[in-house]
């Protein structure tokens, strides 16, 4: 969430920063909400700092005076209670006021920051580096080709479970999944990460929090009878873990690990990857996430992006390292970094983590803060996949593929998963 006061005295930049994002934002209407919250905010003070006068002059009254039923004290007795009756009544015009500033804030994103580029979507986007030698060769198979011949997963009995774009891991596939999730768990806790697990569901105070709300309703599952959603990513529940707090900051920064099931509607993607594992209505993630001094978010994001890079490092899937440009950053992120994975088949990288610094933008909306230089001042909050599971599983099984049909695990992930091949039964 933006903050009021900078809407409220330098409404032209803030309009200016939005537009980088490759629309056009008026918040001349907030403004102008603000300043008539600022005119009660000082009309409010006004009355109270008369009515404090005025109940000394009461008080004086009564120790000088005998009887208490004077004129000259029921008329400062009937003037403080007008004070009163005034003051209540411009609180409520505050709350009514309060209410509908948030409610405009809320739709507005975060302003991009000075350092990410500026462009009008993901053509825009910048190559910072690549690692490792992408493996080039023709007829090489899809992922799904690999899983359906080596029985890793079954999408179309999922249909019956549930619907399309879900999947029903099998065999190997649940296995190299589940050793997926503790090799990145296991990496990421060692790293000096504290492992949380979440509930999978959570409310609608919590997804506004983290920026879901109310401008993305539509792409998350929603139980009718309760003011619970299925979590479209960890990042949700891991924000809403320390709202309306003031942490001490000599626990900063904390670092988060969270492996999680993710459940997102893709709405406005269908006819996309409707094979395989990259776009599917559930599937599982490990998330980053820090809750940072605001001094220290810029090498937070770094240092976030590197161990997500590690992951990749580890299981020897090449990779490259892009910076979003201004027109295609996520609602809550000033600057975003995403990590690419090579996939054979498609001849492409494909995007398997973004590492976001979304500054105070959460905190602000959650009432994170932390005594800072004696200040209660909103933390910054940076997020990123270490890594999204299915992609990865897809990225090994096609950079892994070997002649005879066969797949071979990365080095690292031998322990986890027990073989150094996947196999034919």
């Not at 920064?253 to 893709?266: G, L, W």
Request: with cysteine; proline share 4%.
């Amino acid at each position: 969430m933006l903050d009021q006061k900078l809407i409220r005295e330098n409404p032209i930049s803030v309009e200016e920063n939005l537009s980088l994002r490759g629309k056009v934002f008026n918040i001349s209407y907030i403004q102008e909400l603000t300043l008539q919250k600022k005119d009660i905010d000082i009309e409010i003070s006004s009355l109270q700092s008369e009515s404090k006068k005025l109940s000394k002059l009461i008080g004086l009254e009564i120790s000088k005076s005998k009887n208490n039923d004077s004129p000259e004290l029921n008329n400062l007795k009937t003037k403080g209670n007008e004070y009163r009756t005034k003051i209540s009544e411009f609180e409520e015009k505050k709350r009514t006021l309060d209410k509908k500033i948030h409610n405009e804030i809320c739709n507005l994103p975060n302003l991009p920051s000075k350092d990410a580029p500026i462009g009008k979507d993901e053509n825009n986007n910048v190559q910072v580096k690549t690692w490792g030698d992408p493996l080039v060769k023709e007829n090489l198979k899809s992922h799904w080709e690999i899983g359906e011949n080596l029985d890793l997963f079954d999408s179309i009995k999922s249909t019956k479970i549930s619907k399309s774009r879900f999947i029903t891991l099998t065999g190997n596939g649940a296995r190299l999944e589940r050793a997926l999730i503790n090799f990145m768990l296991d990496m990421h806790t060692k790293n000096g990460y504290l492992e949380l697990m979440p509930p999978a569901l959570v409310n609608s105070e919590s997804l506004t929090g983290s920026g879901q709300l109310p401008k993305f309703s539509n792409e998350s599952f929603k139980c009718s009878n309760d003011d619970l959603w299925l979590s479209p990513t960890a990042e949700v529940p891991l924000t809403a873990f320390h709202r309306n707090e003031i942490i001490d900051p000599k626990k900063l920064p904390i670092k988060y690990v969270a492996y999680s099931p993710c459940f997102r509607r893709e709405a406005g993607s269908y006819g996309r990857d409707t094979k395989g594992l990259i776009r599917l209505h559930q599937f599982n993630k490990v998330e980053l996430y820090w809750f940072c001094d605001p001094s220290k978010s810029t090498e937070a994001h770094k240092k976030i992006t590197s161990d997500a890079e590690s992951i990749l490092k580890k299981l020897n899937l090449p990779y490259r390292l892009v910076d979003i440009c201004t027109g295609d950053l996520g609602f809550s992120s000033s600057r975003t970094f995403d990590l690419e994975v090579w996939l054979p088949n498609s001849k492409c990288y494909r995007e398997i983590s973004s590492c976001s610094n979304c500054l105070d933008f959460q905190a602000r909306r959650s009432s994170i803060r932390s005594k800072i230089d004696n200040k209660n001042t909103y933390i910054h909050t940076l997020n990123g996949s270490g890594l999204a599971i299915g992609r990865t599983m897809a990225a090994i099984l096609e950079n892994g593929q070997q002649t005879d049909g066969s797949v071979k695990i990365p080095d690292a992930l031998v322990p986890y998963f027990g073989s150094n091949f996947l196999k034919t039964a």
